[in-house]
């Protein structure tokens, strides 16, 4: 046996953005650019690791917001249209590039990366990324995890468990449907964690859930063994993990962490700002603003201006580089805690968001790639594994309860509960109340008013997202979170007031039905 684990766990997530009222819409490219930056990019190394014989293990969430789009016709189109776009863009830039060869050889190397996500994502994957996520979940190397319905920050919802029950219920059974059985572990939302959730989590069926370090460090009793051993929740028996600072800092640090390397490729120095308005004009969206195209042919270089172009060849060893320091350290860390908790075999648990590795850090996923072929041949000091592998191999853990905590910055729900967006608290929690009422108090509807309360209850959803919440902190496109919250409201509040007075609109309601379509199987009672 080794002396000691390694989890990492990938948090794949995007918010539900769908707008089939407009046949343009900018942030829809959110999906698009994960699709081509990060999720092909991470299925093609699993593809590589399988074909040459790597042992590796890996956890990911796939939240149920991100695999209703994956699986949504109208969004696989659009995603086509997308890749089409870029492809003739190339074409353009592979001609005008023809007199700078360190040009050119990007241009040449972005060409054949959309090609490639094209054929992947129509041919080889019949559009549907979760057939490639599900083959390597079947085969036991891939650990699929699922998160709350729609990323609902969960303790501030807390004055009304029934709809952190709702949550957690919903994203379970979506999962269940996605994946053909049911998940045994999630992404608890942002980290957020109070005491009780856990108690709904047992209910689902969930075994395990992750917190930031401080969660698990701060439990009553102290854990024994830190972070580095899951704690199980009294009376509910659900293991909690907590995350580990120091691999987190080597790869999340802005000023530490390996994304930030002069030579890898710079995130914010991209054509669609770059180049020549007229020129990049056909290839932007209709109301005309410049906006990233996802081309990008310069290197970090430093703390100015002026950036040097972009070396693949160069990025990919600092990657290799970076991976090699990456398993040393955790050699080291693992060999120091086994002997300060011996025999009991640590775990180090590395969480980071998905999205991560390829779209904000190019090459992150053949980090992670060298990675786990590194693994594969020092797995005499440290071996990948999965929570599940884990609890089998150390069955005996401490109980203890995990104290409130989330991650973000102060590290306790400060980031979904500002000046900036406690306004929507209040509207949420009433819509709660209602919803609970009302399933409560009509349990045999017609056909009619039962569409119309499972509409309900996505509307309810789909408010809660804490995606809203995060964005109106941190100031992106504020307006937009705005409006996803009080549209959704406002849908709630007439389909619970139609339904009171029994006036549902069929027409209406058939719209919203066909642009909020996520949750086919929703059932409104889970609220009751």
């Known amino acids: 046996m080794p002396a000691g684990y390694l989890c990492i766990v990938l948090h794949a997530h995007l918010p539900f953005v ?30 590589g690791l399988e074909r040459d014989g790597i042992e590796w293990q890996l956890t990911m969430s796939v939240t149920p917001t991100l695999a209703a789009m994956l699986e949504d016709p109208l969004l696989q189109s659009r995603y086509v249209r997308s890749i089409d776009n870029l492809l003739a863009l190339m074409e353009k830039e592979l001609v005008r590039t023809q007199t700078s060869p360190e040009f050119h050889r990007l241009a040449v190397m972005y060409y054949e990366r959309f090609q490639r996500a094209k054929w992947l994502f129509e041919v080889k994957y019949g559009r549907n990324l979760l057939n490639g996520f599900r083959h390597w979940f079947d085969s036991g190397r891939l650990e699929l995890i699922t998160c709350a319905a729609t990323h609902g920050f969960l ?35 942002e980290c957020g964690y109070t005491p009780g959730i856990d108690h709904y989590l047992a209910e689902a069926g969930v075994r395990y859930f992750f917190t930031d370090t401080h969660g698990v460090l701060y439990a009553t009793p102290r854990p024994r063994y830190a972070v580095y051993s899951p704690i199980l929740c009294p009376g509910s028996g659900v293991a909690a993990i907590g995350r580990d600072t120091e691999s987190s800092r080597q790869v999340w640090s802005s000023l530490e962490g390996y994304p930030g390397d002069f030579v890898y490729r710079d995130f914010y120095r991209d054509v669609g700002f770059d180049l020549d308005y007229d020129y990049v004009r056909p290839h932007l969206h209709e109301v005309g603003h410049r906006t990233h195209l996802g081309v990008k042919y310069y290197a970090i270089t430093g703390k100015t201006e002026h950036k040097q172009p972009y070396n ?15 398993v040393f350290n955790r050699e080291r860390q ?19 968001d998905a999205e991560l590795f390829g779209h904000w850090w190019f090459e992150g ?25 884990y609890l089998g191999i150390a069955p005996r853990c401490q109980i203890a309860q995990p104290s409130y905590s989330s991650w973000g910055a102060g590290g306790y729900a400060g980031v979904w509960l500002d000046g900036a967006n406690d306004w929507i608290y209040p509207h949420l929690h009433e819509c709660a109340n209602r919803m609970v009422a009302l399933a409560q108090m009509i349990s045999e509807p017609g056909d009619l008013q039962r569409r119309a309360l499972n509409q309900a209850a996505r509307e309810l959803l789909l408010a809660q997202s804490s995606d809203w919440a995060f964005i109106m902190k941190t100031g992106t496109v504020v307006e937009y979170a705005h409006e996803r919250t009080k549209t959704h409201v406002d849908n709630f509040l007439r389909l619970t007031r139609d339904i009171t007075h029994d006036e549902v609109d069929s027409a209406w309601l058939a719209k919203l ?16």
């Not at 160069?314 to 990456?326: G, P, Q, T, V």
């Not at 996923?365 to 592998?389: G, S």
């Not at 039905?513 to 009751?528: G, S, T």
């Open 18 to 47: 769908r707008h089939p009222e407009y046949d343009d819409f900018m942030e829809e490219d959110w999906f698009y650019e994960a699709i081509t930056e990060t999720y092909l990019p991470l299925i093609e190394i699993f593809e």
């Open 365 to 389: 996923p053949e980090f992670l790639d060298f990675v786990f072929r590194k693994l594969h041949h020092h797995h005499e000091t440290v071996q990948a594994a999965t929570v599940p592998q």
């Open 513 to 528: 039905e066909a642009r909020n379509n996520l949750f086919p199987n929703i059932d409104y009672r889970v609220y009751a």
């Open 155 to 189: 303790p501030l919802m807390a004055p009304n468990w029934n709809a952190v029950r709702a949550q957690i219920q919903v994203g379970c059974s979506e999962f269940e449907r996605h994946f053909g059985r049911r998940p045994q572990g999630i992404w608890l939302p």
């Open 334 to 352: 693992i060999d120091y805690i086994s002997q300060q908790i011996s025999p009991h075999p640590p775990l180090v648990l590395a969480p980071y």
């Open 312 to 326: 693949r060849d160069w990025a990919l060893n600092k990657a290799r580089e970076h991976a090699d320091n990456f």
